[in-house]
């Protein structure tokens, strides 16, 4: 991991969209880092002190249901990496995240998170959209999940009605 000054932390927050003071506040604990290609960010069942504000840079996500896909942050769109475990009084982690390019990020601790995001709007905004957006994914996997069952068991219901006749 390279580790950046300060002012460069600083820099990166207000091109992420952070206002002057937000920057500041989150600035105080943060550090700027890039991520070479392979850093396991969070392992699956692990815990990680860290939270990590990616703002450019590939991460592939695992869980342990075999999904994986790909999440591309950039300073326009950044994306925070261990939110769930630190919201959760150190829940382990439901992901594998890895960088599949070199990934630049913001890294605060763990610990700092909820007093971060009541100082940032900024902040708010990101762990609250990635956290809708989650739970929307969910609820369409479940509903395509029910739909796939219910069709499984229409099947067996017909399949009984022609070997009942």
Known sequence: ????????????????????????????????????????????GGYSSEVYLLVSGTVLVAKASSDAFELEASFDKPVVIGEISALRDRLY??????????VTAIVFPASKLVELIDASPRLSGI???Q????????????????????????????AIYRNAR
Request: charged fraction near 20%; charge should be positive; glycine fraction near 2%.
């Open 93 to 102: 982690s439901v992901a594998s995240v890895t960088a599949v390019s070199s």
């Open 131 to 158: 956290r809708s957006a989650r739970l929307y994914d969910m609820t369409e996997a479940l509903k395509e999940q029910r739909i796939s069952q219910w069709t499984a068991y229409e099947s067996y219901l017909e």
């Open 1 to 44: 991991m390279r580790l950046f000054k300060r002012q460069s932390t600083l820099e990166a927050l207000r091109m992420a969209g952070f206002a002057q003071s937000e920057s500041s506040q989150v600035a105080r604990y943060a550090k700027l880092s890039t991520l070479q290609t392979g850093y396991e960010l969070t392992s699956l």
């Open 127 to 129: 762990v609250l959209s």
